[in-house]
């Protein structure tokens, strides 16, 4: 697997910084989804994911080295997320409150093809969350062939490449919007449509590598216009995501610009990175916790988000150190320190 030129520096902080916003918000989605609040805090957090995946394209791009032989980048990538999402799985097999749990839905969910089939019982079965890991699981699939068709090919086509996904998808997604119901949430969670997502951190990695850079000004006007739109529209799912697209996109090129100068600031604390390290682990659990403690616990309000909240980032805490990082260093190449800013999920 090749891949034009070579990264300035692997880590970038502030984007693994940034991930923990990004699960925080689907987080406070599902508040409102299984009504622990009467209100959701952030109704369309679940474009959350949306940030994971553009993220996802552009740390892996950025992080894989020159001629990696894609046997190697594919037991990296599961070693990242497969050990993780294994034990949740198991975990969800247990518990009172998951997803729905039948055959088709447990072979679905161990073979991360839930998302392929256009069913809620076997998309959102067991942890539903983890139907983004379907899509991240294709996308790994596909992008050492991607990587080899742009090496060599100017930043014209690698810009078509992106921008063909991202618009067709979008086009699809706005009729399915339209029709509402089962049409919107296959939208939502079909890896084809939510390729072009993938695509453009790809495409944003290649260029900030080969000197693009963004004003902040550019990300400022990205969020007015993003979040005006979203709060201002209502919009149904699950359009947020194509309207957050741009924000998340300039916004994810900016953080690694200012990486890539050493600059102190805020989003380099160790507090930050570390919720970052641990926001995998957060995303993949906090669903589960939150519905069982509603199972458990007859409570509303701040009386369920606290607890939840709590439960969920000492679950994830766990997890991360007991599952998540111990599989990277068994299950990664040996001798190769398994790179600590790769995304989950989603990504």
């Known amino acids: 697997m090749t891949s034009t ?29 299984w009504h622990a609040v009467q209100h959701s805090p952030l109704p369309f957090g679940y474009a959350g994911v949306t940030f994971f995946f553009i993220l996802s394209g552009f740390v892996l791009t950025w992080s894989t080295a020159p001629g ?60 539903g969350v983890a139907w983004s890991l379907s899509c991240e699981a294709a996308f790994y699939l596909a992008l050492p062939f991607v990587l080899a068709w742009l090496d060599g090919r100017g930043v014209r086509a690698a810009r078509w490449l992106a921008g063909v996904a991202f618009v067709g998808g979008s086009a699809v997604t706005v009729v399915a919007a339209v029709h509402g119901g089962t049409w919107a949430v296959v939208a939502f969670t079909h890896p084809v449509l939510r390729f072009g997502e993938f695509l453009l951190g790809v495409v944003a990695a290649r260029e900030v590598r080969s000197g693009l850079r963004v004003a902040p000004g550019l990300v400022v006007a990205a969020a007015v216009v ?12 699950p359009l947020p995501d194509l309207v957050l697209t741009p924000l998340f996109l300039t916004g994810i090129v900016l953080a690694a610009q200012t990486d890539l100068t050493d600059r102190r600031g805020w989003l380099v604390s160790r507090p930050l990175i570390y919720a970052g390290q641990v926001s995998f682990a957060f995303y993949l659990v906090h669903e589960l916790v939150l519905t069982n403690l509603l199972h458990v616990r007859d409570a509303r309000g701040l009386g369920a988000a606290v607890p939840a909240f709590a439960a969920a980032a000492i679950l994830a805490v766990v997890v991360h150190h007991g599952v998540e990082r111990p599989a990277q260093r068994r299950l990664s190449h040996p001798g190769r320190r398994a790179a600590s800013d790769g995304p989950p999920l989603v990504t």
């Open 5 to 33: 030129g070579g990264p300035v520096r692997t880590v970038l902080p502030r984007l693994t910084s940034l991930r923990a916003f990004a699960a925080l918000g689907v987080f406070l989605f599902h508040l409102g989804r």
């Open 68 to 127: 990696t032989p894609a046997g190697r980048f594919y037991r990296r990538r599961v070693a990242r997320i497969y050990p993780s999402h294994l034990a949740l799985l198991v975990l969800a097999l247990a518990l009172p409150v998951s997803g729905p749990v039948s055959v088709r839905s447990v072979l679905a969910s161990l073979f991360l093809v839930q998302a392929w089939i256009p069913r809620g019982d076997i998309t959102f079965g067991l942890n």
């Open 226 to 237: 993003g979040l005006g739109v979203v709060l201002a529209g209502d919009l149904p799912l």
